[in-house]
DNA sequence: ACCTGAACACCGTTCAAGT
DNA sequence: ACCTGAACACCGTTCAAGT
């Protein structure tokens, strides 16, 4: 057998054809769609796929990254994910740090909108706390964002108009474009959510195997001992051990936010 | 020929041999040195090869990660640059992660011991600007400190005892160690000299072609034109352009700081 | 006992060929 | 015009074989 049809896309939507050394049946291939296979025999279904688009991409590569970190996150398997060879995302990213750009703008995006009826430490810090509970969500934002400043691209449509805002409320609440410089500043990161911490929550991790022994900790490490026996003993009433991430947050926030209140009033 | 002479290194040191299918010149492996090549014709000068080591590989690749940034850095590119194969690495270091952490651990042990002398403030402030100009030595460090943390890793001894001498500022300059907690969460990555910026200076860089034209940028961001047309022109008179980063961090720093020691006064 | 080449299981991306 | 398999140039690491 040797028919081929060829119909233009332009007229049809459809090219169908015969392939060559196959099993004789006709295919089908929508131009928007991927290649679908259509049964030539009466009463056998069509199976179409979803078509790809670059939202179904970037939704894949979230929830890839929300469940594995950024480590487990690749072009193959998004594409595995989305029963798809990989090379088909390249239509719709042009590569993966357009990829990774196109997963910051969408979560950035999920931030609360500035609240308007409020003064501006209250509306900075609300928007900051919402901030966290994005990054909360998606733990990967973070180093993604600063890979991606380190890079030096240019921050996402969605940060761009996320910090303007930001500054806006602050120019609102009655500081200096100079004073408002600093305090983008002196915020950096956490504008984002971002807790910037130095040790990590160690405590629900298995025992390692060659760890130092406390007494031996005790003795090199004096004053860090002294603070995590402090933190342990007063949580103990509390569920759990560690510290409380949300309150030292927040503790560091209206800090900086108090210090840069008392600035505004003597500049 | 199909000599071979096998002498034990538990009594020489050496092990001598003639390779079957070669030229016929007697080889020397010495025991811990790696195969040197010996001449049998006299006068022909052995070629050794300075031996590897833990502290030659760190050195290798914080020379190439100070070069290239962190991407640059491979395992195979170390071995390259200290002219051997990639697998002799794995005598020195287990892995690439215990790399990482070998390479921390050197850097921030070049971070300037504190100062005995001064009040808590100055000696905190003086040991953060310390870690900041190694930092800037080290434009990688930052990014690999964060990685390792998000990994979960235990922190390196250098970088436990730099924490440790922190917290004892803080202890002998009067900080209840409740205080001393928040304050290393509120100070949490700015310790190691981490300036967390959300935007990166952007004016040496090459003119973007597909960059936004002026007049859209200010009409979709105000506030972030406003801000970056203010920052542009009170540089002016100075040499260069961008906001002075060594001023906004130690402004960041400063604020901190105060805040910090007027809780203190009323804890 | 030490060292190492080849191999394995990945990765992002190019490119020519298929339809 | 769209899609895709094979290939390229990498990567960290395992493992059996060489000496």
Redesign the interface.
């Known amino acids: 057998m040797d028919v081929r049809v060829y119909l233009s896309w332009e007229w049809t939507g459809w090219t169908l054809y015969i392939p060559p050394g196959g099993d004789g049946r006709l295919r089908a291939l929508p131009v928007r769609e991927g290649m679908v296979e259509m049964a030539t025999q009466a009463g056998a279904a069509a199976k179409p796929r979803a078509p790809l688009s670059k939202e179904r991409v970037l939704s894949a590569a979230i929830a890839l990254a929300d469940e594995g970190g950024v480590d487990a996150l690749s072009m193959r398997k998004i594409a595995q994910m989305l029963g798809v060879v990989p090379m088909a995302l390249y239509k719709h990213v042009a590569n993966k740090n357009e990829l990774l750009d196109g997963m910051i703008d969408a979560v950035v995006g999920e931030i609360d909108p500035p609240a308007g009826d409020t003064d501006w430490k209250t509306a900075i810090r609300r928007r900051v706390l919402s901030a966290r509970r994005m990054l909360l969500r998606h733990p990967w934002a ?2 993604v964002v ?2 991606r ?2 890079a ?1 691209a ?2 996402t449509p969605a ?3 996320y ?3 930001m ?2 409320i602050f ?1 609102a609440g009655g500081f200096s ?2 004073l ?3 305090a ?3 915020m ?5 959510g ?7 929550d ?1 405590s629900d ?1 298995e025992p ?1 195997p060659d ?1 130092m022994a406390p007494q031996e900790m005790a003795a ?5 001992t ?2 995590a026996m ?2 342990a003993h ?1 949580q103990e009433s509390v569920v759990g051990s560690g ?1 409380d991430d949300q309150f ?2 927040e ?2 926030l209206d ?2 936010l ?3 209140e008392r ?1 505004r009033g003597t500049t």
Chains 1, 2 share one sequence.
Do not use: N, W
């Open positions: 973070c180093e600063e890979s400043i380190k030096r240019m921050p940060v761009m108009e910090l303007d805002s500054i806006g120019r474009i100079d408002v410089h600093h983008m500043h002196v950096g990161s956490r504008l984002l971002f807790s910037q911490e130095l040790f990590e160690t991790r390692d760890a090199r490490y004096p004053h860090v002294e603070l402090a933190v007063s510290c030292e947050f503790f560091a800090l900086t108090d210090g840069l600035l």
